[in-house]
């Protein structure tokens, strides 16, 4: 069994940065396109980024485009989410997780192993 956990998460003033990591054990780690989502009170999960398995190829939601860069480091078996100029409607538990190969990179479906989140506070 795969497991991921999301570490790095606090609270933090608007235009603030925090970087949250998403710790693998498994050896499947290195070929896995791996993913972000989040999930704010009330509302439904949503995607946030996506990185394929050799960390060349990158997505983003529009809404975090140019402020977040998802990133891995195959040897430590980690992904990142480095997160910038923060605003309060980023405000969520932030979750990472392994996609399946060939799904749709934005939808919760094509991801089959899930971290346990991680809070983000984002403060106006």
């Known amino acids: 069994q795969v497991q991921l956990v999301e570490s790095g998460g606090g609270l933090v003033q608007a235009g603030g940065s925090l970087r949250l990591s998403c710790a693998a054990s498994g050896r499947t780690f290195s070929s896995s396109a791996m993913g972000w989502f989040r999930q704010a009170p009330g509302k439904e999960r949503e995607f946030v980024a996506t990185?394929?398995?050799?960390?060349?190829?990158?997505y983003y939601a529009d809404s975090v485009k140019g402020r977040f860069t998802i990133s891995r480091d195959n040897a430590k078996n980690t992904v990142y989410l480095q997160m910038n100029s923060l605003k309060p409607e980023d405000t969520a538990v932030y979750y990472c997780?392994?996609?399946?190969?060939?799904?749709?990179?934005?939808?919760?479906?094509?991801?089959?192993?899930w971290g346990q989140g991680t809070q983000v506070t984002v403060s106006s």
């Open positions: 997780a392994r996609r399946l190969s060939g799904g749709g990179a934005t939808l919760a479906r094509s991801y089959d192993y």
């Open positions: 990185i394929n398995w050799s960390g060349d190829i990158t």
